[in-house]
């Protein structure tokens, strides 16, 4: 372990705060419009640390087999996290959009699990990194736009449009992502099987 795990360690552990803030907020006596701040706060502590274990990691030469499987693991467990919330409550995603993030991810984890027990790594793809930035930020455009709905300035539907738009383009993205992983990989994938 070193200090970059312990900033990847710190996402996976804020991730189940989401729901529960979320979903629960009226148990712990907190207002709807305090809602947003609290979301915004944790997905920045979240995001901020996903920069700093990289930036640790490459700085003191500690980048280890171990980081390269949490961090990604991390990344996927904090959006499909947030996202899965967004399911319920005002935001309303649809479940089956949703999916999209968590089907993308079993299936390249899987892959490459069955591929390492081969004696074939493969390896992270530029656009995997990237889907991690769009659901980020689409997760971001959400949580900005609880402000203005909880404040009254935008209706519930134009809420609800922009939020199913900005995770319908995180979910093409992801499929775009995983389509680009198996082409890349496709030589060493064969081999494995």
């Known amino acids: ?4 795990h312990y900033f990847t360690l710190l996402r996976i552990f804020i991730s189940p ?7 629960q907020y009226d148990s712990f006596g907190i207002p709807l419009i305090a ?12 995001e901020f640390s996903d920069i700093f274990d990289g930036i640790l990691a490459r700085r003191r030469n500690e980048v280890t087999d171990l980081g ?33 993030f968590l089907y993308r991810d079993i299936f390249i984890s ?4 069955l591929c390492a027990l081969r004696g074939v790594a493969l390896a992270a793809r530029f656009s995997g990194k990237m889907k991690a930035i769009i659901q980020a930020g689409a997760a971001f455009l959400i ?14 539907a134009l809420f609800q449009q922009i939020s199913l738009f900005a ?3 995180a979910a093409v993205y992801t499929v775009i992502s995983m389509g680009d992983y198996v082409w890349a990989n496709r030589t060493y994938i064969k081999r494995a099987f």
């Open 1 to 4: 372990m070193n200090l970059a």
């Open 17 to 23: 705060l989401f729901p529960v803030l979320y979903l």
């Open 35 to 46: 809602v947003p701040y609290l979301m915004l706060g944790l997905l920045l502590i979240s």
């Open 68 to 100: 390269k499987v949490l961090d990604p693991m991390a990344d996927s467990i904090t959006h499909i996290s947030l996202f899965l919330t967004f399911t319920q409550g005002v935001v309303g995603l649809p479940l089956l959009l949703v999916l999209v």
């Open 110 to 113: 899987t892959l490459r699990t």
């Open 143 to 156: 949580i900005l736009l609880m402000f203005p709905y909880t404040e009254g300035w935008i209706s519930h």
């Open 167 to 169: 995770a319908l383009t």
